[in-house]
């Protein structure tokens, strides 16, 4: 497993913008397929948003395509999350995931590495 450390969460008010970082301990993290996840209180951990290794085909969930962008830049070890025109309903704990493989799935399951989480909130 690699080991993943968000950055970036904080307070912002609706309509504002936030970047989020992942950055990852292991040297080959571009061999790995890098996803982003949201768990809000009393609700189930869900997807956000895929970046497959090798050429970044990216997926994303239906509530934030069009507002989130996920990037990586391997030389840094890093993937990154541009949320804009932020609402209410994104608050949430947002985790960083990875996996070997290159297919970037929407089911957490799939995804072998978890970061520790870093804290979202959109006030209204």
């Known amino acids: 497993q690699v080991q993943l450390v968000e950055s970036g969460g904080g307070l912002v008010q609706a309509g504002g913008s936030l970047r989020l970082s992942c950055a990852a301990s292991e040297r080959t993290f571009s061999s790995y397929t890098s996803g982003w996840f949201r768990q809000a209180p009393g609700k189930e951990r869900e997807f956000v948003a895929a970046i497959s290794r090798s050429i970044g085909i990216t997926v994303y969930a239906d509530s934030v395509k069009g507002r989130f962008t996920i990037s990586r830049d391997d030389a840094k070890n890093t993937v990154y999350l541009q949320m804009n025109s932020l609402k209410p309903e994104d608050t949430a704990v947002y985790y960083c995931?990875?996996?070997?493989?290159?297919?970037?799935?929407?089911?957490?399951?799939?995804?072998?590495?978890w970061g520790q989480g870093t804290q979202v909130t959109v006030s209204s």
């Open positions: 995931a990875a996996r070997r493989g290159s297919i970037p799935y929407r089911d957490r399951g799939e995804y072998e590495s």
